[in-house]
């Protein structure tokens, strides 16, 4: 099996991360707080409150956690593409796209790293929801010190098990979109350079960003209810469960609601993506 593509998904998983990671804070704050009018507001608060610190909060803990999930995500996809076509990369550029084997394979890896995912996302979300200063005179602390003194802390209120808490919904929400992500990334290449053996730094950066606004534009509902799953229970279960938490949100603040944060996640995931997969091509030239 194929090592290359974990170790180049792993580092261009570290790039996309660290460019996206601010964007992602004021997402996920809008989709589980309603304190903010909009999302200047949040920047606004955000930085009056916690300075531009504020807006990594939770990257530390993503940098090693979530790239190494993003190092599965790629080494799943080629490797599942590679047992269903029985083909090598080299070999399927050269051949007609089948479209089929795309989604199935994107929709396999983006189940595996659906669960490798969940206890990391659940830290960085709620490390992010902490809108409270490191220090400041009169202000209670923080409750989570940092991402281990998080971990242990859910462990012991909520037991093993609330480390996985909205695991279905982010396993809804990247089964089917990750097939779709790929799928895009891959027939846009293509496309882009149906009279060339190999795609372009241009044709990398222009389809990896259409690919993330288009997975990402289906994925905000359900990203709405993983983000509020996994934020239920740090005083009251509020939620009985997904399916629950699907009707309370639709009632309590309508449809719209499942597209809160869409704005910002089609604004971060052009770049994001753009540079993930650019990163990840020529880091895969360079290893092969």
Request: aromatic share 12%.
């Amino acid at each position: 099996m194929p090592v290359e593509e974990f170790v180049a998904g792993w580092i261009s998983g570290i790039a996309g991360l660290m460019l996206g990671h601010p964007i992602d804070t004021v997402k996920v704050r809008l989709q589980t707080q309603n304190t903010y009018r909009g999302i200047m507001d949040c920047v606004i608060k955000t930085y009056r409150r916690e300075s531009v610190l504020g807006f990594f909060k939770g990257m530390s803990f993503p940098i090693g956690s979530v790239a190494m999930v993003n190092s599965v995500l790629f080494g799943t996809y080629s490797n599942s593409l590679l047992l269903l076509s029985s083909t090598s990369p080299q070999e399927r550029k050269a051949q007609p796209l089948n479209y089929g084997y795309v989604f199935v394979a994107g929709s396999i890896a983006g189940f595996v790293q659906a669960y490798c995912l969940a206890p990391f996302d659940l830290i960085k979300v709620r490390l992010q929801n902490q809108t409270e200063p490191r220090t400041r005179p009169g202000v209670a602390p923080p409750q989570y010190r940092g991402p281990l003194h998080c971990a242990r802390s859910i462990i012991q209120e909520e037991g093993p098990r609330g480390l996985f808490r909205g695991a279905w919904a982010l396993v809804l929400r990247d089964t089917p979109t990750l097939g779709l992500y790929f799928l895009t990334y891959e027939g846009l290449s293509r496309w882009l350079t149906s009279d060339s053996k190999e795609p372009g730094s241009a044709t990398m950066l222009v389809a990896g960003g259409f690919a993330g606004i288009m997975s990402w534009t289906i994925a905000t509902p359900m990203d709405v209810v993983k983000s509020r799953m996994q934020m239920d229970g740090l005083k009251r279960r509020k939620y009985r469960g997904l399916l629950d938490c699907v009707i309370s949100s639709a009632r309590q603040e309508g449809p719209g609601v499942f597209f809160r944060g869409l704005t910002l996640n089609s604004a971060r995931a052009f770049p994001v993506n753009a540079v993930t997969f650019f990163s990840y091509e020529h880091l895969l030239r360079f290893l092969s």
